[in-house]
């Protein structure tokens, strides 16, 4: 089984959150299951600078308004993976966000950026490219990439089956129907059975429409995206899939997230061995200017700061968790970059609370790994989560997870309650409603436990024990790959379903 990626970002190159921590890791869980998978990537600077034995393999000459497109070939030199990368200065060799520009806005040509993206995914999928490589199956990640499956649709006689995976559907890649012309498709997509969602061009719903099947990151937001609450206007195209969605776990890359091989923390530990973990938390206090308190419940936040994250509810929640809770001794730390109004609020907390609450507005991998090991609880109150990452490595490290009850944050976490906690099944806790004081509540019943080192003990070793390897994840995709590949016409389809 041949397979390519087709994606914006991959760990450890360019990551603005969980999607590159998937494409870095899901492929060598893909080998190790016998398939031959290969990826392509958009040229950004850190993206080349990451390869080894790159080699042109074709030229592709003035495309989506770069004067030059030369697809190249190589292996990343952090684990040997190969990846194709599609070269096009004019558009990929910018620094900084893969998405936006320094003033914080859409590159104003994402659409070509992307549109090439997918362009050239589709093109090597049909064998064109690569005289000596194509894949049986290209899965397709996120609305960065999505268009691939549009351009495979439009091109009879490609015979590859394509995979969507939905990493987020709040967003969806939206542009002006103006600018439909640039994508070198047919007018025929420009209605709602294709490409046009309320008046504008969706590069989601290329992959919606187009991809053979669709999938999302855990089996709870499969069943939410197809509900008003949940499908950001697309719910509608998500029930007409019906049985074509599927949701498969994200899992933990353990060569990255391992607290006894963690180069990056102040002291390994393990599940037999968990003193480390207390020298983690006496130096994240230290770095983090909270008061050195080995008994003071420690809560973090790894994050990016956007609505989705529920963080405005630590910020409702954080007074009454300050004076109220237990003895008065809850400290928070915070990590993470994005909302202005949401850093300063942080930032304001942290000088009203100093000492207790500390603030880290910058995107910074050792310190999140720091902050794993070092905290006693992981906040995840999430209004939406299609998996989430962060509680998983939580769960890794000992670090017990406070999550809303959502998404893949519910597929992963198991609440104590009396019987769970009876039949040693807990492993956090969770929260329904998204407001402060049912998230301040679920905080109140971690620090009751904490309180209790035998309960808490019980769940950090219940966590730790957790297996989400991605060995699971990579059985399902397999089946889900041979699935797509009987499905796939003798000739491509030119319209969507
Ligand atoms: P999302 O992809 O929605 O941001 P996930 O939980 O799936 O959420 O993945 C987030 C990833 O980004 C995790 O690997 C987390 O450690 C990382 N992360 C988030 N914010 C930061 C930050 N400020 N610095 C370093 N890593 C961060
Ligand atoms: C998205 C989601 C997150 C998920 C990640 C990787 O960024 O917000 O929940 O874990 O993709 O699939």
Not at 311 to 323: I, K, R, S, T
Request: charged share 15%.
């Amino acid at each position: 089984m041949r397979v390519l990626f087709a994606a914006a970002e991959v760990f450890p190159l360019v990551k603005t959150g969980g999607l590159a921590d998937v494409v870095g890791a899901l492929p060598e869980a893909l080998v190790a299951g016998g398939a031959d998978v290969r990826l392509i990537l958009p040229g950004l600077p850190a993206i080349l600078a990451g390869m080894e034995q790159l080699a042109p393999v074709c030229e592709l000459g003035a495309m989506f308004g770069a004067g030059r497109v030369t697809l190249r070939l190589g292996r990343m030199a952090h684990n040997g993976v190969q990846a194709y990368i599609v070269d096009a200065p004019y558009l990929y060799r910018r620094t900084g966000n893969p998405y936006l520009a320094q003033d914080g806005k859409d590159w104003p040509d994402n659409l070509q950026r992307f549109a090439l993206l997918g362009w050239a995914a589709a093109h090597l999928a049909a064998g064109e490219l690569d005289p000596g490589w194509a894949p049986d199956v290209l899965h397709v990640h996120d609305w960065h990439a999505a268009m691939a499956c549009a351009y495979v649709a439009s091109h009879p006689g490609g015979g590859v089956a394509t995979v969507f995976t939905i990493h987020n559907l709040a967003y969806q890649g939206l542009f002006s129907m103006d600018d439909f012309h640039l994508l070198g498709l047919s007018s025929r997509l420009k209605v709602s059975q294709g490409l046009e969602y309320h008046g504008l061009l969706s590069f989601m719903k290329a992959g919606l429409k187009f991809a053979h099947r669709v999938t999302t990151v855990s089996p709870t937001y499969a069943r939410e995206i197809a509900t008003e609450e949940f499908g950001c206007g697309l719910d509608g195209v998500i029930r007409a899939l019906g049985g074509q969605v599927s949701g498969i776990l994200n899992g933990v890359d353990h060569a990255v997230w391992n607290p006894a091989q963690d180069t990056q923390i102040a002291h390994t530990y393990s599940a037999k061995a968990l003193e480390g973990k207390s020298q983690c938390k006496t130096a994240l206090q230290q770095e983090m200017g909270l008061r050195v308190d080995a008994k003071a419940p420690l809560f973090a936040v790894v994050s990016r700061l956007t609505s989705q994250k529920g963080l405005d509810l630590v910020l409702a929640a954080l007074p009454d968790l300050l004076q109220g809770t237990a003895d008065g001794s809850f400290q928070l730390a915070v990590q993470g970059n994005g909302d202005p109004d949401l850093e300063a609020a942080f930032t304001a907390a942290a000088q009203r609370y100093p000492g207790r609450v500390a603030v880290r507005l910058r995107y910074d991998e050792p310190l999140a790994h720091r902050m794993m090991a070092g905290a006693d609880a992981m906040l995840v109150p999430s209004r939406f989560e299609p998996c989430g990452l962060t509680q998983l490595y939580a769960l890794c490290y000992g670090t017990v997870p406070v999550v809303r009850c959502v998404g893949g944050l519910a597929d992963t976490v198991v609440d104590a309650t009396p019987q769970s906690l009876e039949t040693d099944t807990a492993t956090g806790f969770q929260f329904g409603p998204a407001t402060a004081p049912a998230l301040a509540d679920a905080i109140a019943r971690a620090v009751q436990a904490y309180r209790q080192p035998a309960q808490w003990r019980q769940l950090m070793l219940r966590g730790m024990a957790q297996d989400f390897s991605w060995q699971a994840a990579a059985g399902q995709y397999l089946a889900l790959y041979d699935a797509a590949r009987q499905s796939v016409p003798a000739f491509g389809r030119l319209t969507g379903g």
